[in-house]
T-cell receptor, first 109, second 114 residues
Framework: GQNIDQPTEMTATEGAIVQINCTYQ??????LFWYQQHAGEAPTFLSY????GLEEKGRFSSFLSRSKGYSYLLLKELQMKDSASYLC??????????FGTGTRLQVFP | DSGVTQTPKHLITATGQRVTLRCSPR?????VYWYQQSLDQGLQFLIQ???????AKGNILERFSAQQFPDLHSELNLSSLELGDSALYFC?????????????FGPGTRLTVL
């Protein structure tokens, strides 16, 4: 089957670091995407991992372990504008994205 | 701005009616995807078109249909609307060069069925 799990909500403080986990039970995922979505707006692409390991992009990093069916998104130096939902999505052939329900992150001053 | 456009931005209609949502992909993108996002729900994949042909189907109801035209824009038709169809409908596009292609999302159409 294809199932993606992420925590529903997380809170953190401005300037801190937060890690959002995503676990998946599926076969045939080509890779894992992370998207950011502010309420009522379109999801915007953050990162894509196809190989195991850490991909770093400025304040955001994403990690993938295919053998463990596990990924995380790491956000550093949190800013108020980072308050949003973070969506983990698996890419299945031919090009379907299977999304988790998203993690709503609230950043407090 | 992702380069994907969707119209209309908002749509309010009554149960039993039929509506058409329109999407124009980014310049050069051949693939168009449709998603439904209900309140507090994740994005649900509906259907994908590639260069005019249906390529993948998700949890799309029989009351819903879509097509992609020669100029690559796409339309999603929703008929016999029910209250539960109220949702945000997103279109996304990708260049379809490979499985790692990023999907870029349009601003969405918010459909309210009264």
């Amino acid at each position: 089957g294809q199932n993606i799990d992420q925590p529903t909500e997380m809170t953190a403080t401005e300037g801190a670091i937060v890690q959002i986990n995503c676990t998946y039970q599926t076969s045939g995922f080509n890779g894992l995407f992370w998207y950011q979505q502010h309420a009522g707006e379109a999801p915007t692409f953050l990162s894509y991992n196809v190989l195991d390991g850490l991909e770093e992009k400025g304040r955001f990093s994403s990690f993938l372990s295919r053998s463990k069916g596990y990924s995380y998104l790491l956000l550093k130096e949190l800013q108020m504008k980072d308050s949003a939902s973070y969506l983990c999505a698996g890419n299945t052939p031919p090009d379907k994205l299977i999304f988790g329900t998203g993690t709503r992150l609230q950043v407090f001053p | 701005d992702s380069g994907v456009t969707q119209t209309p931005k908002h749509l309010i209609t009554a149960t039993g009616q039929r509506v058409t949502l329109r999407c124009s992909p980014r310049s050069g993108d051949l693939s168009v995807y449709w998603y439904q996002q209900s309140l507090d729900q994740g994005l649900q994949f509906l259907i994908q078109y590639y260069n005019g042909e249906e390529r993948a189907k998700g949890n799309i109801l029989e009351r819903f249909s879509a097509q992609q035209f020669p100029d690559l824009h796409s339309e999603l038709n929703l008929s016999s609307l029910e209250l539960g169809d109220s949702a945000l409908y997103f279109c996304a596009s990708s260049s379809h060069r490979g499985p790692s292609d990023t999907q870029y999302f349009g601003p969405g159409t918010r459909l309210t069925v009264l």
